[in-house]
C-alpha cells in the first residue's frame, strides 16, 4: 500500500508552453556558454530534435529555449546544456524531476549533484547539465560548471514558495514541483509534493497550487469525489495520521515577494541597448516575485494594460516602454496563457498612439493582440465600496479577462504630482473621465479596487520629471534605469513616487489607497526583493 498523501491547496500558477526562440534570448544564452566549442544550436518547441524520448517533461514545464554546444577539452569531450525554463518555480520542478534524495550534492549553483561523467545544478531561471568523457572528465566538469554559475549571477537560492512545506521529518531534498498528475490526479496539477518519515513509515505531502480560491475549491471537490467514489480503503490510507487533513484553500504565509525592484547596472544610449535593458528588466523584476507563472496560468485570457495615452515617441517617456510590454506578452505566453490583449483607452486617438508609442508593433510581434477599445464594450457597472464612482463605464473585455497586468510609467503630473500604477487604470474607463479630476484621489483608488489586477508592472527605464503627463520635451525625460513589480499596488506606486524625488505621503492616491487596506505605502516593510541586472 502506498504512503498516506495529505493534500492542501492555495494560490499559485500552472506550467507553460514554450514560444518562439526571440533573438535576445539567443543572446542572452549564448553568453552563457563557455567560449570555444562547436557553434551553438538551440532548441525550443522543437526539443525533439535534441532529446526525443525527454523532450516532452521539459516542455510540459515551460522550457523557453535551449542552448546546446559541444567541447573538447583536455582530453575530455563535453557537452553543455542551459536549460532557460522561464522562472525560478520551472527550473527547480525540471531539476527537482531529475534530481534524488540520495545523489552526491555539490555547492554550485542554487543546488547542484554530480557523477563521474555528469555535473547538473539549478540557478535562477537557469537548469544546466553537463557531460564529459575521457581523462581529467571530472576537473573539465567543475570548471565548466563554476564558470556558467558565475556568468549567471543574481541569487543563488531555491524558490522561496518551498518555504511553506514542513521542514520537520521531511526528508532532504525530497521536495519537487510537480506538474503532471501529483498523488496520481491530474486535476491538482501543479503541486509541491515533499516526502516525510514518522516513525520509520513513509509519507508524500501535496500542496496543489490552484490558481485561486475558486479553482483551489473545485480541486477540494474533485478530490473529495475521488475518494467517495473509490470506497473505505482509499479513505482510510489518506486517514492513517492524525497530521493529515483535506484542506482548501490552505491558509498559508505568502513567501514569494510581494514587491521586487531590478535596477539595470549600465546605462545604455543606443537603442537597441534601451530594448535589451528592458526586457532584461522586466524579466529580472518577474523572476524576483517567483516568475509569471506565479500569475499567468495554462489557458487564462490576459488583458495587458500600459500606458498608451499620448501621441508621443519611446524616447519621450509619456507612454509605457514598448519592450517592457512585450517582454511581459512574451512571459505570459511562456506561462500558458491562450490569448493576450493589450489595450487602453487613451487621451489622444488610438489610431496614433498606438503606432506612435511603438506598443502595437512590440506587442503584436510578441503574439498579443491590440485593441483600439470600442465604445460599445463600455458597460455601466457598480463599483462596490466606492467613495466616488458608485458606477461608472468600464471595458468589459477588461473585467471578464482571467488575468490583468497594469503597466505604467513614472511621469510628473501637474494635478495628481504623478503618474503611476493606479491612476494608468483611468485607460479602462469610459464616459467623461474629466470628472474624475473633481475628486482625483478617491477616484482613482475607486478603480484601483474594483480592477485588482493580479500584477502591476512600473515602467521606470526613462521617467517623465517635468511637464507630464504629455511631455514631449526630452530635455524632461530623466534615466533611472529601473522596472518595479508586485502584488501590491500602493507599496508599487509608493516606491514610483521616490523615482521622481517624492515621498508615498505626496501622492494623494497613495496616502487614500494606504489609509482604505487597499496595500501598504510603506513599501520597505515588505521586504521587497532587489535585482541588478
Given at each position: ?82 536549460f ?7 527550473a ?37 547539465r ?16 563554476r564558470?556558467?554559475?558565475r ?13 511553506i ?31 516525510y ?57 505568502a ?33 524576483a ?16 494594460k ?44 488610438a ?9 502595437q ?44 497586468i ?21 485607460g ?9 479630476h ?96
Amino acid at each position: 500500500m502506498r504512503g498516506p498523501i495529505a493534500c492542501l491547496f492555495l494560490a499559485a500558477a500552472l506550467w507553460a508552453q514554450p514560444a518562439p526562440i526571440p533573438a535576445d534570448v539567443k543572446t542572452r544564452l549564448t553568453a552563457l556558454l563557455p567560449k570555444g566549442g562547436d557553434p551553438a544550436r538551440f532548441y525550443s518547441s522543437d526539443l525533439y530534435r535534441y532529446m526525443d524520448g525527454g523532450a516532452d517533461i521539459y516542455l510540459k514545464y515551460g522550457l523557453v529555449a535551449l542552448a546546446h554546444r559541444e567541447y573538447k577539452r583536455a582530453g575530455a569531450d563535453m557537452t553543455v546544456d542551459v536549460f532557460d525554463m522561464g522562472g525560478t518555480l520551472q527550473a527547480f520542478g525540471i531539476y527537482s524531476a531529475e534530481r534524488s534524495p540520495e545523489y552526491h550534492f555539490v555547492d554550485i549553483g542554487a543546488e547542484g549533484y554530480s557523477s563521474e561523467s555528469t555535473l547538473n545544478f539549478l540557478q535562477g531561471r537557469y537548469y544546466v547539465r553537463l557531460s564529459a568523457f575521457g581523462d581529467g572528465a571530472a576537473t573539465a566538469l567543475d570548471s565548466f560548471a563554476r564558470a556558467i554559475s558565475r556568468s549567471i549571477g543574481g541569487d543563488r537560492s531555491l524558490p522561496g514558495l518551498l518555504d511553506i512545506l514542513p521542514r520537520e521529518n521531511r526528508v532532504a531534498r525530497s521536495e519537487k514541483y510537480v506538474v503532471q498528475a501529483p498523488a496520481g490526479h491530474d486535476f491538482l496539477s501543479p503541486a509541491l509534493t515533499a516526502s516525510y518519515r514518522f516513525d520509520g513509515q513513509a509519507t508524500t505531502l501535496v500542496i496543489s497550487l490552484a490558481a485561486d480560491a475558486r479553482e483551489a475549491n473545485q480541486r477540494v471537490e474533485k478530490l473529495r469525489q475521488y475518494y467517495s467514489q473509490s470506497g473505505g480503503e482509499a479513505m482510510m490510507e489518506l486517514g492513517r495520521r492524525e497530521f493529515i487533513a483535506l484542506l482548501g484553500p490552505a491558509l498559508l504565509p505568502a513567501t514569494a515577494p510581494a514587491l521586487s525592484i531590478a535596477h539595470y547596472k549600465s546605462s545604455p544610449a543606443a537603442a537597441d541597448g534601451i530594448a535589451e535593458e528592458a526586457r532584461r528588466l522586466t524579466r529580472g523584476a518577474i523572476d524576483a516575485l517567483g516568475g509569471m507563472a506565479r500569475f499567468v496560468s495554462k489557458g487564462n485570457v490576459v488583458w495587458v494594460k500600459p500606458n498608451i495615452a499620448w501621441d508621443r515617441r519611446p524616447e519621450q517617456a509619456a507612454c509605457t516602454n514598448p519592450d517592457v510590454v512585450a517582454a511581459l506578452v512574451e512571459m505570459c505566453f511562456q506561462a500558458g496563457a491562450k490569448r493576450v490583449a493589450v489595450g487602453d483607452n487613451p487621451c489622444n486617438t488610438a489610431q496614433r498612439t498606438f503606432p506612435r508609442s511603438g506598443i502595437q508593433s512590440a506587442a503584436e510581434k510578441a503574439g498579443a493582440q491590440c485593441y483600439f477599445m470600442d465604445d460599445r464594450k463600455f458597460r455601466k457597472m457598480v463599483i462596490k465600496g466606492a467613495r466616488v464612482l458608485k458606477e461608472w463605464e468600464i471595458y468589459r473585455d477588461v473585467v471578464e479577462a482571467d488575468r490583468v497586468i497594469n503597466v505604467g510609467i513614472v511621469k510628473q503630473h501637474s494635478l495628481t504630482s504623478a503618474v503611476l500604477g493606479m491612476k494608468n487604470l483611468m485607460g479602462v474607463a469610459g464616459g467623461a473621465r474629466n470628472r474624475f479630476h473633481q475628486d482625483i484621489s478617491n477616484t482613482v483608488v475607486d478603480l484601483a479596487g474594483f480592477i485588482r489586477p493580479q500584477l502591476v508592472v512600473l515602467d521606470a527605464v526613462r521617467v517623465l520629471a517635468a511637464n507630464g503627463p504629455a511631455g514631449g520635451n526630452l530635455a524632461d525625460v530623466k534615466r533611472r534605469d529601473t522596472i518595479v513589480a508586485g502584488v501590491d499596488q500602493v507599496a508599487v506606486d509608493a516606491f514610483g513616487a521616490t523615482l521622481l524625488g517624492l515621498r508615498p505621503a505626496d501622492i494623494g492616491y497613495v496616502v487614500e489607497g494606504h489609509a482604505r487596506g487597499l496595500g501598504n505605502m510603506n513599501y520597505a516593510a515588505l521586504s521587497p526583493a532587489r535585482v541588478e541586472v
